[in-house]
């Protein structure tokens, strides 16, 4: 199997949609969710989700260095606890060509999940690993982060958006 993903860009409307559980790993699973890291490089990212690439299983990648060692890959991920109060910080996003913005999240995350091998994970992570991880998670629920931004923001990057309307509409 030879995966070549095209990353999904707003608005596409599979972007929105809730992402499912996956429920055994296999090793389609597996190739499935390796491919996610080359995709994510080739475009400068530090985390993709699973649906950004139109499959729809609760999956994602992130590495915040670049570092083949900082590869993290989650399945079935869920957040067990938020901490450490909220920080802004300035977001991007591969769905969202040319808008960034400030998002307030928590500081420190513990992710409970399951690796590729089929392992119950448990990861604590703060900083920008957290903020990530928090980013690529709402990804699985259909959130971008451009929901998550401040109502002037939002209304900053409107004309983006309908840029970005009037590209896919061709
Ligand atoms: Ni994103």
Redesign the pocket.
Known sequence: MDLQYTILTYPDPQLRQISQPVEEITDEVREKTLALFPAMYADN?I???AP?VGWHARVFVVNVTGKPEDELAFINPEITERSGGLWSFE??????PGIRGKVKRERKITLKGTDLEGKPIELSADGLVARCIL??F??LDGI??IDRLSPAKRQSIKRRLRELEAEAAV
Do not use: I, P, V
């Open positions: 990212g985390g993709l989700a950004q977001e991007g996003c591969l769905s969202l980013h690529e709402d990804h971008l982060f």
